[in-house]
């Protein structure tokens, strides 16, 4: 089939290099323009760019898609259907209704709940048992189209959001690449979204990476890991200049009790409002590598008793 294919993080990668493998004509790659990142903050293009580059597709980055001009563009690559894999822009109607076959989203949750931009941190954030893969055909509303197929993916205990963001890549990419088969065969069949248990997973905000240790142990650890790698929740400490910013990046629910905040132990064990969590992997401001809590604890110098804030 002729695809268009609009995604943008590494997440999308798999699915653009698996169509491409599966044999369809990728007419064109819509993805967010560079951005400046890096020390130099010099402009990089985005992974799915990247990778249409290699391949030999042409890359478009529009500012918008609300354009006439943009709806014109659009139209001209004649595509039986556009595959969406965490884009990052909303498709006006005039693009919905372009290809033949319409536009099919993989979405890295179990609809209806999770539905928006950060699906796979809030699974994490929230304790939840398992999360998904699912491929939906997009209409109007966020996320709200009827679900083609679907699969599910545990989350074992102690998961982060990175872990989780990886098991589910190859799982989308395969549903993806079956959906399109089928939808070769006309053979894709779409059921409705329930329309209880729906639940929005909002952009994760800077104000909620900073650690509240007066939760429960097992929310603070579910907080920790959904943020972890990026943006990584954190708290501060006094390490002999001033308050230095110390994100954690993996924890786990542990037995202990204390003021809130309180290191309890040298191997990284902190009172949370019930119960405590043990810190199993830190990281500095403006240090490169990563260090267990009893290496954090020792190396930083701080006693039980001291107070993370």
């Given at each position: 089939m002729r695809v268009v294919f609009m995604g943008t993080p590494d997440f999308?990668?798999?699915?653009?290099?698996?169509?491409?493998?599966?044999?369809?004509?990728?007419?064109?790659?819509?993805?967010?323009?560079?951005?400046?990142a890096g020390r130099g903050m010099s402009l990089r293009p985005s992974p799915v760019h990247t990778l249409a580059d290699t391949l030999g597709i042409p890359v478009l980055t529009p500012a918008s898609l609300r354009t006439p001009e943009a709806a014109e563009t659009f139209a001209g690559h004649a595509a039986d259907i556009a595959v969406v894999v965490a884009y990052g822009m909303l498709l006006p109607q005039a693009i919905l209704d372009t290809p033949k076959h319409g536009c099919l989203n993989l979405h890295g949750s179990l609809?209806?709940?999770?539905r928006g931009a950060a699906p796979i941190q809030r699974a994490v954030m929230a304790g939840d048992a398992e999360s998904g893969v699912g491929v939906m055909r997009m209409d109007a509303g966020l996320d709200?189209?009827?679900?083609?197929?679907?699969?599910?993916?545990p989350i074992a205990p102690g998961m982060t959001a990175g872990e989780l963001h990886d098991a589910l890549m190859p799982v989308g990419t395969a549903l993806m690449s079956q959906a399109l088969e089928r939808l070769g065969r006309d053979d894709l069949t779409f059921t409705p979204q329930a329309t209880e248990g729906v639940v929005y997973a909002h952009k994760i905000g800077n104000d909620e990476a900073r650690i509240d240790w007066s939760?429960?142990?097992?929310?603070?650890?579910?907080?920790?890991?959904?943020?972890?790698?990026?943006?990584?929740?954190?708290?501060e400490v006094d390490?002999?200049?001033?308050?230095?910013?110390?994100?954690?990046?993996?924890?786990?629910?542990?037995?202990?009790?204390?003021?809130?905040?309180?290191?309890?132990?040298?191997?990284?064990?902190?009172?949370?409002?019930?119960?405590?969590?043990?810190?199993?992997?830190?990281?500095?401001?403006?240090?490169?590598?990563?260090?267990?809590?009893?290496?954090?604890?020792?190396?930083?110098?701080?006693?039980?008793?001291?107070?993370?804030g």
């Open positions: 999308a990668v798999p699915t653009l290099a698996r169509l491409a493998q599966d044999g369809h004509t990728i007419v064109a790659v819509y993805t967010r323009a560079p951005a400046k609809l209806p709940r999770w709200t189209g009827p679900v083609a197929l679907e699969a599910r993916v939760r429960p142990a097992e929310a603070v650890a579910s907080h920790i890991n959904g943020l972890s790698p990026f943006p990584g929740a954190f708290f390490l002999g200049k001033g308050p230095e910013r110390v994100k954690v990046l993996r924890a786990s629910a542990a037995e202990g009790a204390g003021v809130p905040g309180t290191l309890l132990d040298a191997s990284g064990l902190v009172a949370c409002g019930t119960g405590a969590i043990r810190l199993l992997e830190l990281r500095r401001a403006g240090k490169g590598g990563s260090a267990s809590g009893a290496e954090f604890v020792r190396g930083a110098r701080i006693a039980p008793g001291a107070s993370l």
